[in-house]
């Protein structure tokens, strides 16, 4: 079946929202906040060009920063022709339940009709949540599109509670370690084109469209002084 047949009807007016979750604690401080704004900088004109390969879905984007709490660094729904990052700061603790809450209540508004594909939710963290990180899952789990959303987490280093990140992921295989900035910067640009194989809504579960055998090897080349 093609895509312009699927349920639904044409797919020219379904949107396809992504949100980057990003952890700005102080311990992302210094190389670690810069490589995530360097790369997902250098995200866009990636994420441009699939935008223009799929004609059939509108990416729109937002962002959401966490540390003492959470609170939108972009809350505007903003087409990724004319998307632009805005450089993160970081400093205090990782409120990562809040985020989360924060996306659900996002997604409470969304219709559940076919006219969206599932969402894209790409969390980044260095450390482990301080705030009721479970009660933030429950929140987003609780929505239909939170429990159709495809959601990958790029854990940053070594201090990572990675059973938790399993735990948003819903898929093991979609944590993905960054372990130094070069495999920052690889894993962010390759979320960020995930969203050419994002499945239609019935599907329904976090790993639907995205191809695992495609995620980039967790090895580089680098000096020991390079891992974090």
């Not at 070594?158 to 920052?184: I, R």
Request: charged letters at 25%.
């Amino acid at each position: 079946m093609s895509e312009r047949n699927l349920p639904g009807g044409e797919m020219s007016s379904r949107i396809l929202d992504f949100f980057w979750i990003a952890d700005c604690s102080g311990s992302m401080d210094g190389e670690k906040i810069q490589t995530l704004n360097y790369a997902i900088r250098q995200t866009i004109p990636d994420m441009r060009k699939e935008a223009d390969d799929n004609p059939n879905a509108s990416i729109m984007v937002r962002a959401v920063k966490f540390s003492d709490g959470a609170a939108w660094h972009m809350p505007t729904a903003t087409p990724i022709d004319s998307f632009n990052w805005a450089d993160l700061t970081a400093g205090g603790v990782t409120a990562m339940g809040m985020a989360l809450e924060l996306v659900a209540s996002e997604l409470k508004q969304f219709p559940t009709d076919t006219k969206r594909l599932p969402p894209v939710l790409v969390l980044l963290t260095d450390g482990q949540p301080t705030d009721d990180f479970k009660s933030g899952l429950d929140a987003l789990m609780a929505t239909p599109w939170g429990k159709k959303a495809v959601r990958i987490a790029i854990a940053i280093g070594k201090d990572v509670d990675l059973s938790v990140l399993e735990q948003f992921a819903g898929n093991k295989e979609l944590v993905l370690e960054a372990k130094n900035p070069q495999l920052l910067v690889k894993f962010i640009k390759w979320a960020s084109t995930v969203v050419k194989n994002v499945s239609a809504p019935s599907l329904g579960d976090s790993t639907s469209g995205v191809d695992v055998n495609a995620i980039p090897a967790a090895t580089v080349d680098v000096d020991d002084d390079d891992i974090w």
